[in-house]
């Protein structure tokens, strides 16, 4: 027997049998007890609260693949049925609220939930049983999309439910809207011009005490820039700008939504909103620049969100090119870091360089023999071969080191905390992690010092014999040592191929965590010298 319910012109089936046995479970059933997340978690459950895109380029359908390509565990709560393609929206079809409070329960009473992204909704019913939904359980990170109008200018919000969304603010970590929208939850007019956006920016932090991603994919130049603004940060710190070359597309269709629901899953993971952009900005632009291998559709075609696990040009390099994209955040932070503007100036304290130099010997001893453990594990006799060196040379430049350059420094004794965090961070992964896993957490401390290395020769010092720190400078320029990370970056792809799909998340987990502490190793003698 079949009961036929109309939903705004739609039909669902639901037999009775089925009503029946929720009511008794309803009956039955103890008071819902919301599962506890607890965070960081490396593969995130990631909640998407969104409409659907029966081509998969925007609502849900996006959400859950953005979510995929981050690693992430998605699941996803229907606000509304949208009948759209890339070319635009035909009608909407909403089902009552009190089905998606029902999807929302049906989630949190049995899944913890790491993290939620918001998108569609629709009405202001929609917006209330979220609403309510969101105060009862409370997930640890609430990013919301504040859906209203598609790119087809076709309107996804209705007008009278502004009000509603505003509502929405305070339970929310970040919302992330576009000019149109930003504006029109402050009810003022579109910022015309990159500076009046942030301003507006800063204007609904502050109103509303939450993080406001700005995005700039509505204006026209070459960039397309985003910016995360906090009120709460306080003047000069409170917008960090996160600008990416503007890729010449029409396949912009469901940008938004794929960048909240990847910011909602890295977030999870890294519990640090910059990085967590910096992150999903670098492979959106991606996705943007190899969109058109996707050929969907006549109209604003989708974003490629799997970009990177189908290399371009190098298979074989996949795998460290993706990271090495991921991380150009963190290389950009180190770059601007006092000590290393300080060290090409030539300005930097004797104190903070002596302090460098006593860490660097007591991080490579550590580091050799976490080197000696990947050779315990290397598969072939050559990396076996490559990492009982690269353990011997750490040594012998620890014993360099001491005999020149700390000779008759004075510099505080013992293991600083950076260093002990960075060197427990590698040698846990030696005790217990896999090869994989073990490279990939020790080529960062080889691939940006090289890196630096390179950026520091190229400046103006390197050549310049008066500099206090030029003999320094000149050790960067050792061609063996880049020849070593060349190698060492090799090691780590063969080992990516070796890998399952969880022991590669593992391994980007281990390399990004590594290329934090290589920033904060580079930031220590600023805070402990
Ligand atoms: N042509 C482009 N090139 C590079 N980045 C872009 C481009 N268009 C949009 N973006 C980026 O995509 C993200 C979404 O920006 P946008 O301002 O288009 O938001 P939106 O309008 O909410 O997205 P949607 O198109 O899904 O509605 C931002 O990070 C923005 O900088
Ligand atoms: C269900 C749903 N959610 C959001 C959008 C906005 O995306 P876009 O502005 O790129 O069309 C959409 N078209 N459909």
Redesign the pocket.
């Known amino acids: 027997m079949a009961r036929t319910e109309a939903i705004e012109g739609a039909t669902a089936e639901v037999t009775e049998a089925t009503v029946l046995d929720t009511a008794q479970q309803a009956r039955q059933a103890p008071e819902p007890e919301y599962a506890p997340s607890a965070l960081p978690r490396p593969v995130p459950r990631v909640l998407s609260i969104?409409?659907?895109?029966p081509t998969g380029g925007?609502?849900i359908q996006a959400d859950l693949k953005s979510i995929a390509a981050h690693g992430g565990y998605g699941m996803a709560a229907v606000t509304a049925l949208?009948a759209?393609n890339t070319c635009g929206?035909r009608s909407v079809h909403t089902p009552p609220a009190d089905f998606l409070a029902e999807q929302l329960r049906a989630v949190s009473d049995d899944v913890a939930i790491d993290a939620v992204k918001i998108?569609?909704l629709g009405d202001t019913p929609a917006i209330l049983a979220v609403k309510t939904w969101l105060e009862q359980t409370r997930p640890p990170i609430v990013v919301l999309d504040p859906?209203m109008v598609?790119?087809?200018n076709d309107r996804?919000l209705r007008p009278e439910a502004e009000d509603a969304l505003r509502g929405l603010l305070p339970l929310v970590d970040l919302v992330t809207p576009n000019l149109p929208e930003l504006a029109a939850l402050l009810e003022v007019p579109v910022a015309g011009s990159w500076a009046q956006a942030l301003e507006q920016g800063r204007e609904l932090s502050r109103r509303h005490g939450l993080k406001v991603l700005v995005k700039g994919g509505h204006l026209q130049g070459a960039d397309s820039p985003d910016a995360l603004v906090d009120a709460a940060a306080g003047p000069g710190q409170d917008v960090v700008e996160l600008s990416a070359p503007r890729v010449d597309t029409v396949n912009?269709?469901?940008?938004?939504?794929s960048l909240s629901a990847a910011v909602a899953t890295v977030q999870a993971r890294t519990l640090d909103w910059t990085l967590t952009l910096r992150q999903v900005k670098h492979w959106l632009t991606g996705a943007l620049e190899r969109s058109g291998e996707l050929e969907v559709g006549r109209g604003?075609g989708p974003i490629h969100h799997f970009h990177h696990l189908q290399p371009a040009d190098h298979p074989a390099q996949g795998f460290s090119q993706e990271l090495w994209r991921q991380t150009a955040g963190v290389r950009e932070d180190i770059l601007a870091l006092p000590f290393i503007r300080e060290l090409a100036a030539g300005t930097l304290a004797e104190e903070h360089f002596g302090y460098y130099l006593a860490q660097d010997a007591r991080y490579l001893n550590s580091y050799s023999r976490v080197l000696a453990r990947a050779s315990a594990l290397a598969p072939t006799e050559a990396e076996q071969l490559f990492w009982a060196k690269g353990a011997h040379q750490c040594l012998e430049v620890e014993a360099e080191l001491h005999r020149s350059w700390l000779a008759g420094r004075e510099v505080p004794g013992g293991q600083g905390p950076v260093t002990k965090q960075y060197v427990d961070h590698l040698l846990a992964i030696a005790g217990n992690g896999s090869y994989g896993e073990l490279v990939a957490a020790v080529v960062p401390c080889y691939w940006l010092y090289a890196h630096v290395g390179e950026q520091l020769q190229a400046g103006p010092a390197a050549a310049d014999q008066d500099h206090p720190y030029a003999a320094w400078l000149q050790t960067y320029a050792d061609e063996s040592f880049a020849e070593a990370t060349r190698q060492a970056v090799a090691i780590m792809d063969a080992a990516a191929a070796a890998e399952t799909a969880a022991g590669r998340q593992r391994m980007r987990t281990a390399f990004e965590q590594s290329c934090r502490y290589e920033l904060d190793f580079f930031d220590a003698p600023r805070v402990y010298a």
């Open positions: 969104a409409g659907t895109d925007a609502g949208v759209q929206v998108g569609m859906v598609a790119t087809s996804l912009t269709h469901g940008t938004g939504c604003h």
